[in-house]
């Protein structure tokens, strides 16, 4: 059982939305941190946004503050990423994570976007 799986990710225009999902199974969702990092092509890792375990505290990366917005459903153990006005260097594999009360943190296998016309 993968603990976190991401999906959702695709092909899509400059200026177009994508919204990528993130199930989380066999952790404690509640009561995590949850968290979005990408890696674009050939670069490190970059925080993208994450959102407190209640849900109404939020942070974005000033690259992508004003454009994505993250939420989740406890009830669904499930994470997500809304992403608008995409740009081609919005370009990356995202991924998910999870990050406990025990500082335990969990990775997904993460999921691609590709911004190009």
């Known amino acids: 059982q993968v603990p976190l799986v991401e999906s959702g990710g695709g092909l899509v225009q400059p200026g177009g939305s994508l919204r990528l999902s993130c199930a989380a199974s066999?952790?404690?969702?509640?009561?995590?941190?949850m968290h979005w990092v990408r890696q674009a092509p050939g670069k490190g890792l970059e925080w993208v946004s994450a959102?407190?375990?209640?849900?109404?505290?939020?942070y974005y990366a000033d690259s992508v503050k004003g454009r994505f917005s993250i939420s989740r459903d406890n009830a669904k153990n499930t994470v997500f990423l809304q992403m608008n006005s995409l740009k081609p260097e919005d370009t990356a594999v995202y991924y998910c994570?999870?990050?406990?009360?025990?500082?335990?943190?969990?990775w997904g296998k993460g999921t691609l976007v590709t911004v190009s016309a």
């Open positions: 066999g952790l404690s969702f509640s009561s995590a941190w």
């Open positions: 959102i407190n375990p209640g849900g109404p505290i939020t």
């Open positions: 994570n999870a990050h406990m009360p025990s500082s335990i943190d969990t």
